[in-house]
């Protein structure tokens, strides 16, 4: 058994007299009977005491706690209201009242009025968090004699988390600022008991920067309501008075009837809100997709088109789009280079995969402080990590005046003041509204929904595609097998000819029979370029680091079986980084590009050919050039060149089968890569390529 330091003041009789007596010494028979007949671990009651005998007079009443195995009674007196009228028509009244407001800001203010109304309190405000666990004032109702604390933020230590934990748990709770403990006990307390004087007594513990708070204000009184969305800390509403003020238990339970409500309601409305917001942003999201439909790329359908990205978040000012490698942007955003260390920190610290957002970037990534006016906030959105596929969209800093209620106290990290200061903020956006974050998510959806949709149609085309190469495999083996045979007994023939009729034959029989032997020649490579490029597999590819002057040297020398003079017109600039590939295949790049170039470049005065490093890179990748000074490719045809069976028009009179760049541009694909040529026609040739792979035992695994 224990009982209260402060039992004298309530029952007449000090802690240890209390000790000794039956409960029926103390109350009436009646009562007795009312608190003995409350069931165990039932909700708590209270019974009313009429004048008891003994005791100091006033109205009193006797809140019941059942446990399992006994009962904890809280003796307390009936607080009269403050106006006419009992508590039953007061909460009716009220919670009408509440119910008739049809926007959150007019049930948020409705509410301030009437805890100062009904409770008398001084000041009452409403603290709205933010997923920080900062806060501002956005609804006040005070008396004269205190000063507004509307639009005042404090920020998460203010609040820190065992505060925020016990207001989960109870969410009426009210302290004054008397400095000793409200409820020593005298005597054995089980956990059971101790758990209820701590949590639930009207007398409850006060928390440290409540205790501070009154302190630092003057006031004697802090109460708070809390306000639960989804079982999270959505808001607070706190309650001031300059003297002390008590709750009693019908008090409490009327403001958790009132808080149940409140809830409710702010519920109901964030629900409309959300499915409001949603609504617009499936509009936005409509039209972006007859956009994406319309446009070459994911890009140009959410940039270029009369709707945009930035049309889904109207409040930002700029966003940046990476798809297929490609970084596109809109509005106003820092410069590409900057983008991609903003997206490069975020990818590292936060996730590439997580979708992330702030209103102060400086503060996480110490570099953005030189680019605020365009990017002091940002929301990140990874659409395929696998592909380095995101949007992010930039808010510009917003340099507001702001008045905070605390400061941190020198050499005490815990610690607070709560006065009121000044604050100019630099550096920081306007905040990311849940709107705008539930926008960005529906978006990020539907995306990857049309990735999804576009890969099953690639799968489809894929489908296609495969039975379109068994045709032209099958076609492949005609030409290698069914026409070879043909143009070798042609070959034969013409040979016999030669080796034993040529004396015969006049002038023109033998040019005519040298005609069809070159012809035969001409056919023969053609149909081996032909197959070299249909057998191209990448899926037997074999990538390895590779040393291009190693490829080159072999190359030449294998050229030089024909003509010993074209490795003295080749030029390796030294040093050469290693290029990445399967090295049979690359053999064949190097072998049609620089036998292009020794050919292209024969008829000029001092043919040069050069391989070279062009001190640039592509996705990180060395880009490689080889250049010559022949005759050079037309501007208009330099794309064209490398299509099957496409020559450009003044290579007429040299050798070829419009077959080996193709070849080439074929292999470099498959290698993740490109190449293109840079030329001016009679000026040379300069041919650009990279592969864009890494070392990887087996192709088919990159």
Avoid at 465 to 482: C, K
């Amino acid at each position: 058994m224990a009982a209260s330091a402060q039992s004298e003041q309530r029952c007449g009789r000090k802690p240890r007299q209390l000790l000794q007596l039956r409960l029926e010494d103390l109350l009436p028979v009646y009562v007795v009977e009312q608190i003995v007949a409350v069931p165990a671990d039932d909700q708590q009651t209270a019974v009313y005491l009429s004048a008891p005998s003994g005791w100091p007079a006033g109205d009193y009443q006797a809140v019941v706690y059942p446990l399992a195995e006994e009962i904890v009674l809280e003796i307390e007196p009936r607080r009269k209201w403050s106006h006419v009228g009992d508590y039953a028509a007061r909460l009716d009244g009220f919670t009408r009242e509440l119910e008739a407001e049809t926007t959150t800001s007019g049930l948020l203010q409705r509410l301030c009025n009437g805890l100062t109304q009904h409770f008398g309190y001084d000041r009452a405000i409403v603290l709205h968090f933010d997923n920080l666990l900062n806060s501002i004032v956005t609804h006040e109702s005070r008396v004269d004699e205190l000063e507004s604390m509307l639009n005042m933020r404090f920020v998460a230590a203010d609040i820190p988390e065992d505060t925020r934990v016990r207001q989960l748990s109870e969410t009426v709770l009210n302290f004054t600022a008397e400095k000793e403990p409200l409820h020593p006990m005298v005597g054995e307390v089980n956990p059971a008991a101790h758990e209820i004087l701590h949590l639930k007594l009207a007398a409850r513990e006060p928390f440290v920067n409540s205790l501070r708070f009154l302190r630092d204000t003057g006031l004697s009184t802090m109460g708070c309501l809390s306000i639960l969305i989804d079982g999270k800390l959505w808001g607070s509403c706190f309650m001031h008075s300059i003297e002390p003020l008590y709750l009693d238990f019908q008090m409490q339970s009327f403001l958790r009837v009132v808080g149940r409500l409140v809830q409710q309601k702010i519920a109901y409305h964030l629900y409309h809100n959300h499915l409001r917001s949603e609504q617009k942003a499936n509009e936005v999201r409509d039209r972006l997709q007859k956009e994406i439909i319309k446009a070459e790329n994911l890009s140009n359908g959410l940039m270029a088109g009369r709707t945009t990205i930035l049309d889904l978040l109207p409040d930002t000012h700029g966003a940046a789009i990476c798809s297929d490698d490609d970084l596109s942007t809109a509005g106003n955003t820092p410069d590409k280079d900057q983008i991609a260390e903003i997206v490069g920190w975020v990818k590292e610290v936060i996730g590439d995969d997580k979708q992330w957002h702030t209103d102060q970037l400086a503060a996480h990534f110490p570099a953005a402080d030189g680019y605020v006016k365009v990017a002091a906030g940002v929301l990140f959105l990874p659409l395929d990590p696998a592909v380095n596929q995101w949007i992010i969209w930039f808010k510009p800093e917003s340099v507001r005046k702001l008045t905070y209620g605390s400061t941190a106290v020198e050499g005490d990290p815990e610690g607070r003041k709560y006065s009121v200061r000044a604050v100019t903020s630099h550096r920081w956006s306007l905040p990311w509204v849940e709107e705008e974050i539930v926008a960005a998510r529906t978006l990020q959806n539907f995306l990857q929904k049309v990735v999804l949709q576009r890969y099953s149609l690639t799968r489809r085309h894929n489908t296609l595609l495969r039975e379109a190469l068994d045709d032209l495999e099958l076609f492949s083996y005609t030409i290698g097998h069914d026409l070879r045979a043909p143009l070798r007994g042609i070959s034969s023939y013409a040979d016999i000819l030669q080796d034993e009729y040529a004396d015969r034959l006049d002038e023109e029989g033998t040019s005519f029979l040298s005609l069809i032997q070159q012809n035969a020649q001409r056919m023969r490579t053609f149909i081996d370029d032909l197959l070299a490029l249909n057998r191209i597999d990448r899926n037997k590819m074999v990538f390895n680091s590779l040393c291009v002057t190693e490829l080159v040297e072999r190359v030449l020398a294998d050229l030089s079986h024909a003509d010993d003079r074209l490795a003295t017109r080749c030029r390796i600039q030294k040093p050469l980084p290693a290029i990445c590939g399967d090295h049979n295949y690359l053999i064949v790049v190097f072998t049609n590009l620089l036998s292009n170039a020794f050919k292209y470049s024969a008829r000029a005065d001092s043919p040069r050919v050069e391989v070279s490093f062009t001190g640039k890179y592509r996705r990180g990748f060395p880009i490689f050039c080889i250049a010559d000074n022949g005759i050079g490719v037309p501007t208009d045809q330099q794309d064209r060149i490398f299509d099957l069976f496409t020559r450009s028009t003044n290579s007429e009179g040299f050798d070829g089968t419009g077959i080996g760049l193709a070849l080439v541009q074929r292999i470099i694909r498959f290698h993740e890569g490109e190449v293109w040529v840079e030329s001016e026609e009679g000026e040379g040739a300069r041919f650009y390529f990279y592969t864009g792979v890494r070392v990887s035992s087996l192709a088919g695994a990159v």
